[in-house]
């Protein structure tokens, strides 16, 4: 089975522009979450989706915003970028169930200019 | 005061030797544990996932879980230099959510 594909692996803006990042689950996975690392705060959730809708969201800006299309393809879109949004960005699947492990892409490497 | 603490080294052992990584929680209402390795550049992978008191063993790896202290710790025996990477402690809440609550993460280096 494949793993969890995130795409592009790395990513270079510049202040005030917006971006989205794609997130493509492993087969039969209907859950995605995205994390937030940064050398300073860590692993930090940005928000959750399950069959299209959002189920649970972080501590973060209305800037950072998500979907979940039928597919369970996810998308995360960050706009009016800020130096400090630079950061790994993680997705992470996992199939139905509350017990269920989550697995993560390699993330997209987000740099702000 | 932060929900997950976690020792972040960096933690420097010879090939061969018995590792022990720490978290302590502060929240009762954590009911899953969970222990990730994430290379540099890489994402986290899964190593080690409990939801109950007690040890559960894979391999080198043993993890522990002490609710009543609200402490868990990651043992690695026979040490690899291919287990240096960053060790992260992770938690969950019951109920129908994925969030993960993170420690900081250990860097660990293992020397040959």
């Known amino acids: 089975k494949a793993g969890v594909t995130q795409t592009p692996r790395y990513l270079i803006k510049t202040r005030g522009q917006q971006v989205t990042l794609s997130c493509s689950p492993i087969s039969g996975h209907r859950s995605v979450s995205w994390y937030q690392q940064t050398p300073g705060q860590g692993l930090q959730f940005l928000f959750e989706y399950f069959s299209e809708t959002q189920r649970n969201k972080g501590n973060f800006p209305g800037r950072f915003s998500g979907r979940q299309f039928s597919n369970s393809r996810s998308e995360m879109n960050v706009s009016t970028l800020e130096l400090g949004d630079s950061a790994l960005y993680l997705c992470a699947s996992s199939s139905e169930g509350v017990r269920e492990k989550l697995f993560f892409g390699s993330g997209t490497q987000l740099s702000v200019l | 005061q932060k929900e997950v603490e976690q020792d972040p080294g960096p933690l420097s052992v010879p090939e061969g030797a018995i590792v022990s990584l720490n978290c302590t929680y502060s929240?009762?209402?954590?009911?899953?544990f969970m222990w990730y390795r994430q290379y540099s550049r890489k994402g986290p992978e899964l190593l080690m996932y409990?939801?109950?008191?007690g040890n559960k063993e894979d391999g080198r790896f043993t993890a522990q879980v002490d609710k009543s202290s609200k402490y868990i710790s990651l043992f690695i025996r026979d040490s690899q230099p291919s287990d240096s990477a960053t060790y992260l402690c992770a938690m969950r809440y019951g109920g129908a959510t994925n969030k993960l609550i993170f420690g900081t993460g250990t860097l660990l280096a293992v020397q040959p």
């Open positions: 929240n009762s209402a954590f009911q899953y």
């Open positions: 409990t939801y109950s008191s």
